[in-house]
């Protein structure tokens, strides 16, 4: 039997090993993206494939020493008259960051997974623990989301240069809405319901290849320091919000304001 495994999640890749007796997770890569395959190889490799929706399918390779780079996917050769096909089918050309995903380029498949995923899944399982949060007279109910959900704003736009992210800001702001209705509904069973969106970018894999410019980031373990404070605020004082992370570090739990990018 195998004393190492590699378990690929829609939140991560998780190598899980057996140590007297009992499995505890060791390592954990990839942290908020969804990890669709795993291969581990005989010279000691392994390879994850991410599903990043609207960034496409990423591969990427751990060496024997352990360090992680992304690789180029795998791809079938074309078949006689593809190229032609593939000329005429493409996108009319529309004023955006290159390497940032279009709207009129992005499939309504990829477009529907990023509900799925973030409103869809948060919803179901806001319902399946919600009887034990009541039965226990209280509880607290975090969705993660982004600033994505405030982008790009009103308009007009000079400047068009940033590219947006239709599906993923769009999820993120129907997350929201999904929070403030959660929270009016549990309020009356002390349940906080909030969200918690990062105030400065994290470079989570999918941002690094997306936008690796920035300069002033935030550090995963200060949100995750966010999330744990934030579960456990009084219901009947901070519930229906939508928060930075620093906005819970500093003790304030301000709401982001609508207009805020």
């Not at 039965?135 to 607290?140: D, P, R, T, W």
């Not at 068009?160 to 129907?174: E, I």
């Not at 997306?210 to 009947?236: C, I, K, N, R, S």
């Amino acid at each position: 039997m195998a004393n190492r495994l590699h378990v690929g999640t829609r939140k991560g890749l998780f190598e899980v090993a057996r140590r007297n007796g009992a499995w505890e997770v060791i390592d954990a890569q990839f942290l908020g993206d969804p990890v669709s395959a795993v291969l581990a190889d005989t010279e000691g490799a392994v390879y994850a494939a991410l599903d990043l929706g609207h960034f496409g399918a990423k591969l990427w390779r751990r060496d024997c020493t352990g360090a992680w780079r992304e690789v180029a996917v795998p791809a079938f050769p074309p078949k006689p008259g593809d190229e032609s096909r593939a000329e005429s089918a493409k996108a009319p050309p529309v004023a955006a960051k290159p390497d940032w995903p279009p709207l009129l380029g992005t499939p309504l498949g990829a477009y529907r997974r990023h509900f799925e995923i973030s409103v869809f899944a948060a919803y179901e399982l806001i319902q399946m623990v919600c009887p034990d949060m009541i039965a226990a007279k209280g509880g607290s109910i975090i969705n993660v989301t982004s600033v994505a959900s405030r982008l790009p704003g009103d308009g007009p736009y000079p400047d068009r240069s940033g590219g947006v992210l239709p599906g993923y800001g769009g999820s993120k702001a129907a997350l929201e809405h999904l929070t403030w209705c959660a929270a009016f509904d549990l309020q009356g069973h002390n349940i906080a319901v909030n969200a918690l969106s990062p105030s400065k970018p994290i470079m989570t894999p999918g941002l690094s290849y997306y936008a690796p410019g920035f300069d002033d980031v935030a550090q995963a373990d200060e949100f995750a320091q966010a999330a744990a404070e934030l579960a456990l605020v009084d219901p009947q004082v901070v519930t229906g919000r939508t928060i930075g992370h620093l906005q819970v570090l500093d003790g304030s739990f301000r709401s982001f304001p609508r207009d805020e990018s």
